[in-house]
Antibody, heavy 122, light 107 residues
Framework: QLQLQESGPGLVKPSETLSLTCTVSGGSISSSNYYWTWIRQPPGKGLEWIGGMYYSGNTYYNPSLNSRVTISVDTSNNQFSLKLSSVTAADTAVYYC??????????????WGQGTLVTVSS | DIQMTQSPSSLSASVGDRVTITCRASQSISSYLNWYQQKPGKGPKLLIYAASSLQSGVPSRFSGSGSGTDFTLTISSLQPEDFAAYYCQQSYSTPPTFGQGTRLEIK
């Protein structure tokens, strides 16, 4: 069973770049069945899909964030990362990493990290 | 983007009650609908995928039904550990989108 753990700064200044890493254990990030994703949840609000990446390099970003988002995979360390540029207070949220399993039945987020709160403030 | 609307937004119930949560999609999503449970301070947990398939390890008191635009999550007999927030999510088209959530509270 996969385990995912987010890490990174909890405080980022406005206009700077938010950087988070997700470490995957219990399985290989090179698995062809998985799409490694980031999702966020502003305080007291719902869940928003940020984007994701296959280990091979194929990526998808939410169009609402597309120009500011970069997701990358580090197969040697079994990690994947999120960079969100030009942050504002609206980017304050709990950020989750999750594994998206895709098969002939459906796509679903079967494992999640516990989340990390990132606050954007000067 | 496909809009997902859950009802009710919050619900009070007692241990042993049967509870139903509804999720409606703004367009047909076939059976590409997942349900998640989230407890405070934790990441969501997958309960149901493809509208009605029970995720491994999830108790059988949870069930899902529906297709097209209307879906339900049913908990047949509430247990103390079931008091949490529940979210639906469509995987029919990108970007995947979530309902706003239903908070299930103890009466």
């Amino acid at each position: 069973q996969l385990q995912l753990q987010e890490s990174g700064p909890g405080l980022v200044k406005p206009s700077e770049t938010l950087s988070l890493t997700c470490t995957v254990s219990g399985g290989s990030i090179s698995s062809s069945n998985y799409y490694w994703t980031w999702i966020r949840q502003p305080p007291g609000k719902g869940l928003e899909w940020i984007g994701g990446m296959y280990y091979s390099g194929n990526t998808y970003y939410n169009p609402s964030l597309n120009s500011r988002v970069t997701i990358s995979v580090d197969t040697s360390n079994n990690q994947f990362s999120l960079k969100l540029s030009s942050v504002t207070a609206a980017d304050t949220a709990v950020y989750y990493c999750a594994s998206l399993l895709s098969d002939n039945i459906s796509s679903r987020l079967d494992y999640w990290g516990q989340g990390t709160l990132v606050t954007v403030s000067s | 983007d496909i809009q997902m609307t859950q009802s009710p937004s919050s619900l009070s119930a007692s241990v042993g009650d049967r509870v139903t949560i509804t999720c409606r999609a703004s367009q047909s999503i076939s059976s590409y609908l997942n349900w998640y449970q989230q407890k405070p301070g934790k990441g969501p947990k997958l309960l149901i995928y493809a509208a009605s398939s029970l995720q491994s390890g999830v108790p059988s008191r949870f069930s899902g039904s529906g297709s097209g635009t209307d879906f339900t999550l049913t908990i047949s007999s509430l247990q103390p550990e079931d008091f949490a927030a529940y979210y639906c999510q469509q995987s029919y088209s990108t970007p995947p989108t979530f309902g706003q959530g239903t908070r299930l509270e103890i009466k």
